[in-house]
């Protein structure tokens, strides 16, 4: 039987890791459908009721991928409980019927690359350390390009002359998908970040920023947030977002230790990203933000004790912030209304200034 | 020939119309039932409302959640939310408001105001504890009339307690009570407290009431929720008379800020038809809404990506 590999969906990482996948695997790699409504309706259905959403969406694309014949499946949590997620999801699937092999790449809240090279040999036991670090090293190499070039767009697509950033994004995409080793990955890089650069786009001086912080999977995964980057995006907003996978990956467990010692009223981690959220917001609140928005799936335990926090430092320096919970619902019109409500506020506030 | 404004507010339980003139008088005025239906609903309004002899109609506005409908079919030159069509109706009435509280049928708000700028504000979450449509539903349950709801309430000198928080806990809590022989008026009256329990803790959580308060939105009207909120806040809230017509105000006051010449409105002879489809283009099946004027296709939203407007 053919191995066929699969994994959760979220933002754009499945090209970083179906590259790394397809280079250092002996088997084929799952076209990984995108997440739709049907998605969250499987994963609903077989979610119990009081957990979080991104339980909810990554079960359901596992159900999509196995329907597809996939029979090794690849998971990446920790931190909340969510490092919890992997044996109830492995129960409930099996449960289901699924015959097929699952791995969690991430053990005590850690990525430990031993403990990944490990499963990879396990998975192709002809694998070879040389030609496993040396891919890796490129996907790495094109996660961190990718988050820099999104961080880039959220600061200038809003301001954009002609609509050139998602056409040429998503060509950037499709190159990487067909990157052969590190020369070819550093042309394409070079090649469009000359491009990206060189787009014309036009910011007013006194331009609006928000900053969107909260819980890292709804953040991440637009089809999870209901777009809400697009929609700020189409208002004209320039867009601040700390969480990516650079970040929790390679500089979380350096930058939180110091970033907790600049912080006068808590002590602790307090949990996931919980801590780094409430440094977040005082650093949109020194560096002159006009606005914040705290997003995160309904019932994420760390992010409400967060919340509080948040909420105060905000209302003494008078910041505006909206809390926003997403939940499996799909209509986005109650959505709407809040945030365009939230941008009429700080527009008006920032005419009378 | 002096300008006049129109703005609609078309709610999930009520839809509100209003003309005013340039200095904000109103001119016409009705409030009628949606009845799930909000064409018909601006229809019918729009058959009540009156442009006067020497006013020429110079801005359209809606808000409310079927703005977007409604705006297309009376071809409005301003679409808002309701958050600032509230607040902006309201501070022309009271430029030193500083708090909004407003209870509608579907949806409830805060609103903070400092100096005649929005500072904050906070909605009711996915859940509909605590709104209008809870009230009625109760009133209907335990057979009084709503519109009787807050007079009864007043004659209460006893109030049973009804768990706030949440809507399903208070109705057990509410056929609880009315089991043990409680009088209909101390359930109306501790129904009207759990409301503005309710709203208070879920909507205006976190949030410093300050004075002068107005309270506004249809449950405005009730006498019972309007004395336990005076309770609680240990002050006065003020209640316009048009308390229920303030963001229909508000949104025909935005539209006039629009220079525009004049608008025609003739939208009985027209005919207009909402369509829903169901894209096929992925597993998403979003529900495209098509909305037709005289059978020719005029807008059309609902679609999550671009292949919900290729496909027809």
Redesign the interface.
């Known amino acids: 039987m053919d191995k066929v590999i699969a994994f959760p969906m979220m933002g754009n990482y499945h090209v970083p890791v179906k590259y790394l996948f397809s280079k250092i695997s002996n088997c084929k790699i799952l076209e990984i ?2 997440i ?4 969250i309706e499987l994963g609903s259905k077989y979610s119990p009721d009081f957990l979080c959403t991104p339980f909810k969406y990554t079960l359901g694309t596992y159900i999509e991928c196995l329907d597809k014949k996939a029979n090794i499946l690849i998971q990446m949590g920790g931190g909340c409980r969510y490092g919890y997620y992997f044996e109830l999801q492995e129960k409930i699937l099996k449960d289901l019927g699924y015959n097929f092999k699952y791995y969690n790449l991430v053990s005590k809240g850690h990525t430990d690359i031993k403990k990944i090279y490990k499963i990879m040999k396990e998975i192709n036991p002809k694998l070879n350390i040389i030609k496993s670090l040396y891919y890796f090293f490129i996907t790495v190499k094109m996660v961190k390009f990718i988050d820099y070039i999104e961080n880039y767009l959220r600061e200038n697509k809003a301001y954009e002359i002609n609509n050139e950033f998602d056409k040429t994004f998503s060509n950037m995409l499709k190159s990487f998908s067909k990157t052969k080793g590190l020369i070819s990955f550093i042309k394409i890089k070079n090649k469009y970040k000359k491009r990206i650069k060189n787009i014309k786009i036009y910011k007013p001086k006194n331009n609006i920023k928000i900053g969107i912080i909260g819980e890292l999977f709804t953040l991440m995964e637009p089809y999870a947030n209901n ?1 809400i980057e697009d929609m700020l995006i189409k208002y004209g907003v320039e867009i601040k977002r700390f969480t990516n996978v650079t970040y929790l990956l390679f500089e979380k467990s350096k930058k939180s230790k110091k970033n907790l010692k600049k912080l006068n009223n808590i002590k602790y981690k307090m949990g996931a990203d919980a801590m780094d959220n409430i440094y977040n917001t005082k650093y949109l609140i020194d560096n002159n933000y006009d606005g914040i928005i705290h997003i995160k799936s309904s019932f994420c335990t760390p992010e409400i004790g967060s919340m ?1 926090i948040i ?2 430092m905000c ?1 003494e320096n ?1 910041m ?1 912030v909206l809390f926003i ?1 997403m ?1 499996s ?1 799909t209509s986005d ?2 959505f709407e ?2 945030i ?3 941008y ?2 700080i527009e ?2 920032k005419r ?1 200034e | 020939m002096n300008k006049c404004y129109l703005g609609v507010d078309i709610g999930s339980i009520s839809t509100k119309g209003v003309i005013i003139d340039e200095n904000y008088n109103i001119l016409s005025s009705n409030y009628i039932w949606t009845s799930g239906n909000p064409i018909e609903a601006v229809k019918k309004l729009m058959n009540t409302l009156t442009i006067l002899p020497g006013y020429k109609l110079c801005g359209i506005g809606t808000t409310g ?1 079927a703005r977007k409908l409604i705006g297309l079919m009376l071809g409005a030159n301003v679409v ?5 069509a509230h607040a902006v109706g309201t501070l022309s009435f009271y430029p030193n408001v500083r708090t909004i509280l407003e209870i509608g049928g579907q ?1 409830s708000k805060i609103i903070m105001i400092n ?7 906070a ?1 009711n ?2 859940c509909a504890a605590g709104t209008g449509s809870f009230l009625s539903s109760q009133a209907k349950r335990i057979g009084v009339d709503i519109n009787d709801f807050g007079s009864l309430a007043l004659k209460s000198k006893n109030p049973v307690k009804i768990a706030a928080r949440c809507t399903v806990f208070a109705e057990s809590d509410l056929i609880h009570k009315a089991q043990l022989g409680y009088k209909k008026e101390d359930i109306v009256a501790g129904l009207c407290k759990s409301i503005v329990l309710n709203y208070l803790n879920n909507v205006g959580k ?1 949030k ?1 009431i300050l004075e002068p308060i107005v309270f506004q939105g249809g449950v405005s009207k009730n006498k019972g929720v309007e004395k336990y909120f005076n309770e609680i806040l240990n002050t006065k809230v003020i209640i316009d008379e048009n308390s229920h017509l303030m963001g229909a105000i508000g949104i025909a006051i935005l539209s006039s800020k629009e220079n525009h010449d004049e608008l025609n409105l003739n939208i009985n002879e027209i005919k207009f038809e909402t369509k829903g489809f169901e894209c096929k283009g ?4 979003c529900e495209v809404v098509r909305i037709f004027k005289d059978e020719k296709l005029i807008d059309s939203f609902g679609n ?1 990506c671009e292949k919900g407007l290729k496909t027809f």
């Open positions: 459908p995108k739709t409504s049907k998605t777009n509080g909420n105060k209302e008078n505006p919970s939940d619902n019109v109650g209304t809040r365009e409500a939230f009429d506020m008006m506030r009378n | 959640s808002k939310n309701e958050i600032i949806d100096n005649g700028i929005i500072t904050d504000y909605m979450t996915l976190g410093k992925c597993s998403n099946n999550k």
